[in-house]
Nanobody, 121 residues
Framework: QVHLVESGGALVQPGGSLRVSCAAS????????MSWYRQFPGKEREWVAT????????RYADSVKDRFTISRDNAKNMVYLQMNNLKSEETAVYYC??????????????WGQGTQVTVSS
């Protein structure tokens, strides 16, 4: 059973930093890319960043490039999102995501429950 559990969401001041984490289980973690998404109140979920299985390649949405860093620890089955210089408009629920092959030819989308990040003074 695949599980993704986010943690680390908090209230942070504008310009501040925060790291959110995602603990993964139930699949061969190091074989899969992992992503972070976020959902603003009343909006569709949007992609933030992706890291490949080995951790050697990352991609970012333009809006977070140079401020956010995605990383992973395959020994611990953890993926992280370090967020710097946060803006008030980035208040959102942040979700961990993986697309996992559960059987030949069958890929499922898995989401965590989300962690709330509030950027406010």
């Amino acid at each position: 059973q695949v599980h993704l559990v986010e943690s680390g969401g908090a209230l942070v001041q504008p310009g501040g930093s925060l790291r959110v984490s995602c603990a993964a289980s139930g699949f061969a973690f190091s074989n899969y890319a992992m992503s972070w998404y976020r959902q603003f109140p009343g909006k569709e979920r949007e992609w933030v960043a992706t890291i490949n299985g080995g951790g050697s390649s990352t991609r970012y949405a333009d809006s977070v490039k140079d401020r956010f860093t995605i990383s992973r620890d395959n020994a611990k089955n953890m993926v992280y999102l370090q967020m710097n210089n946060l803006k008030s408009e980035e208040t959102a629920v942040y979700y961990c995501y993986a697309k996992v092959q559960v059987q030949p030819g069958a890929w499922y989308d898995y989401w965590g429950q989300g962690t709330q990040v509030t950027v406010s003074s």
